[in-house]
């Protein structure tokens, strides 16, 4: 299994950004971050082939996770995003169908791209 997370970059409080990840897994997939100094924590995750998604508290009705099942794509897009957002975020899946928050479940992770929220 491969796992490809792009789209990271700078954007300002208040902003919009969306990460991507590519991958070759038709199982659940999961969006995490790790900022510095701190442990990985979950942010969203979404069920094969979609019609299930679980967000931590943090990101509830700001963040939205969807998944292109042709392109083989998952998408985490991030709105109204906080200086608090800043962050690794990862890519990871887990082999089951169903959404799942809990990190020890996944068992292939991508390699993380920066999301930099300042002003």
């Known amino acids: 299994v491969q796992l490809q997370a792009s789209g990271g970059g700078l954007v300002q409080p208040g902003g919009s950004l969306r990460v991507s990840c590519a991958h070759s897994?038709?199982?659940?997939m999961g969006w995490f971050r790790q900022a510095p100094g701190k442990e990985r924590e979950f942010v969203a995750s979404?069920?094969?082939?979609?019609?299930?998604?679980y967000y931590a508290e943090s990101v509830k009705g700001r963040f939205t996770i969807s998944r292109d099942n042709i392109k083989d794509i998952v998408y985490l897009q991030m709105d109204s995003l906080k200086p608090e957002d800043t962050a690794v975020y990862y890519c990871?899946?887990?082999?089951?169908?169903?959404?799942?928050?809990?990190?020890?479940?996944?068992?292939?992770w991508g390699q993380g791209t920066l999301v930099t929220v300042s002003s």
């Open positions: 990871a899946t887990r082999p089951s169908q169903s959404a799942s928050n809990k990190r020890t479940e996944y068992n292939y």
């Open positions: 897994s038709r199982t659940a």
């Open positions: 979404i069920s094969w082939p979609g019609r299930k998604t």
